[in-house]
């Protein structure tokens, strides 16, 4: 009993918080727009029998996502979703590698300071932070008046609503998330053995390709999953920093919902989602079970 009762916790939390909400997303997926509240039908009414729950389920059908498939701004949404977050995870693993590197290289008695400057900006509104990048990247923004005071341009740059300020955003914002596991896997890792690779004849940088980055490939891979999955789904940063030239499928999600009001059509737009991340989930998850039985 007692274990059946340490299971229960974190499968009934499981349950409340996703297969119930994803039940009811696909559900309402399933249904027609109507302008009414809620605005899709068919809603069950329970007081109407087992009549009533067959002509329920036999009202539902797929003909949302059969939608999806003949207009061009979903695919395209999707598309551009997926690139934009390859991209960043990309960028984002150029820039935070080092990062991690020189934190699991530097003095002990430095590496919680440099561990609490990482986490840092999570100690303030995730709204605010990004709304400070519109005042930096702005044409009147502060990196344009420092670049026309250093001389660089002559004329503000137009970086604001574009798909750069969204690589910005996103990689400022996912950063730590891809800090944390690295130096999380270079810390544990023996110093010996680059020692020992160089005492064989390795360069110090032929060490660093042939020992520290395989070493620190579970670190890795858990950090791009980390970036990669929410980046996806993003709708905060490409709505403010990006404007209406970026189109990423959060975006399409919130005017699906709130300004069509086409509940139908946007829950299969997030349920195909759901379905695309299911797989970066999953190998996520294998990677780490099997770093788990590594260790163990």
């Not at 270079?186 to 004849?201: F, H, I, K, N, T």
Request: charged share 10%; aromatic share 14%; glycine share 6%.
């Amino acid at each position: 009993m007692r274990r059946f009762a340490l299971i229960a916790l974190p499968y009934a939390w499981l349950l409340a918080l996703f297969l119930i909400p994803f039940g009811i997303v696909l559900k309402i997926s399933l249904s027609d727009p109507t302008m009414a509240i809620p605005p899709y039908i068919p809603t069950l009414d329970p007081a109407a029998g087992w009549a009533g729950l067959r002509a329920f389920f036999a009202a539902l059908d797929f003909e949302n996502f059969a939608f999806l498939t003949t207009d061009d701004l979903y695919w395209k949404a999707y598309l551009s979703s997926l690139q934009i977050a390859l991209i960043s995870t990309v960028i984002t693993l150029l820039v935070g590698y080092p990062i991690a590197y020189g934190m699991a290289n530097a003095p002990d008695h430095w590496r919680p300071t440099l561990m609490m400057l990482v986490i840092l900006p999570f100690w303030t509104s995730f709204l605010i932070r990004v709304y400070s990048w519109m005042g930096i990247l702005s044409t009147e923004g502060y990196l344009n008046q420092l670049l026309l005071w250093l001389g660089a341009i002559s004329t503000p740059l137009d970086i604001l609503n574009t798909p750069t300020a969204v690589y910005i955003g996103i990689v400022y914002t996912y950063l730590p998330f891809m800090i944390l596991p690295i130096y999380s896997a270079l810390e544990r890792m023996d110093g010996s053995l680059l020692e020992a690779a160089e005492d064989l004849g390795c360069s110090r940088l032929s060490a660093f390709w042939l020992v520290t980055v395989p070493l620190s490939k579970n670190g890795i891979i858990a950090g791009c999953f980390l970036v990669f999955i929410p980046v996806i789904g993003e709708f905060v940063i490409p709505s403010l920093l990006g404007g209406s030239q970026t189109l990423m499928i959060g975006k399409v999600l919130w005017e699906e919902f709130f300004n069509n009001r086409d509940w139908p059509v946007a829950s299969a737009v997030a349920v195909v989602l759901l379905l695309i991340l299911i797989v970066p989930i999953v190998l996520f998850q294998m990677n780490q079970q099997k770093q788990r039985e590594t260790e163990g």
